[in-house]
């Protein structure tokens, strides 16, 4: 009981003095403490390295084992215990609030985007709604020379992406939220039209889920 008593004192020690100088309550370093005062698997490793080269005998080297399997259980439930008597900072609020809209949104886990255009009038309306749904998020516009008379303009259509992404922003500020930063914009051109198996291809790297 000792020797857990002490070995927790260090751990919460160090956890305040962590907190204070870092800007946290005592709350939050109470719940610090008690997420780092698991030993695991790490102490039993330390305690049979010691115990095989003669430093440590078998009674401490129990005793060390015995330290560190009741601090390991006993972290989950003290953890749990601390951060529900937790406050939630403002911040912290709109953090939840905005992931539970993302999903619930029409396209939840959105990471980037892959956008198809041309030269007509619904390519730059593609790249205007790209901007304001993935605002803040890297996107790839796959640049096609449809059947539209048009002369190719790539800069039309990052001037509508940036419209709508410029659009979410101040909705964004409206709403008092946070407003997404600016993302990467990779743009690659096809002379062809392109197939649906060339778009499949390309969406299967890494867009969204």
Not at 2 to 31: P, Y
Request: aromatic share 4%; hydrophobic share 45%.
């Amino acid at each position: 009981v000792a020797l857990v008593a002490i070995a927790s004192l260090g751990k919460f020690g160090g956890a305040f003095i962590g907190a204070e100088l870092s800007g946290m309550s005592r709350a939050e370093g109470i719940a610090v403490g008690c997420g780092m005062n698991a030993r695991g698997s790490t102490e039993v490793i330390v305690a049979s390295i010691g115990l095989s080269i003669g430093v440590l005998s078998h009674n401490l080297f129990t005793m060390i084992l015995t330290m560190a399997v009741i601090t390991t259980l006993a972290m989950p439930p003290t953890l749990r215990w601390t951060l529900g008597r937790l406050t939630i900072g403002e911040a912290e609020k709109k953090r939840l609030e905005r992931e539970e809209v993302d999903q619930r949104g029409f396209i939840a886990n959105l990471e980037r985007l892959l956008v198809v255009v041309d030269e007509g009038v619904v390519g730059r309306f593609a790249a205007y709604l790209a901007g304001v749904v993935g605002a803040g998020k890297p996107m790839t516009v796959l640049h096609a020379s449809g059947e539209s008379e048009a002369e190719p303009d790539e800069a039309a259509h990052l001037d509508e992406i940036e419209r709508g992404a410029e659009e979410g922003r101040e909705a964004a500020l409206q709403a008092d939220q946070e407003p997404a930063r600016e993302a990467p914009v990779t743009r690659r051109r096809h002379e062809a039209p392109l197939s649906a198996e060339a778009v499949a291809k390309e969406a299967r790297k890494g867009y969204g889920d």
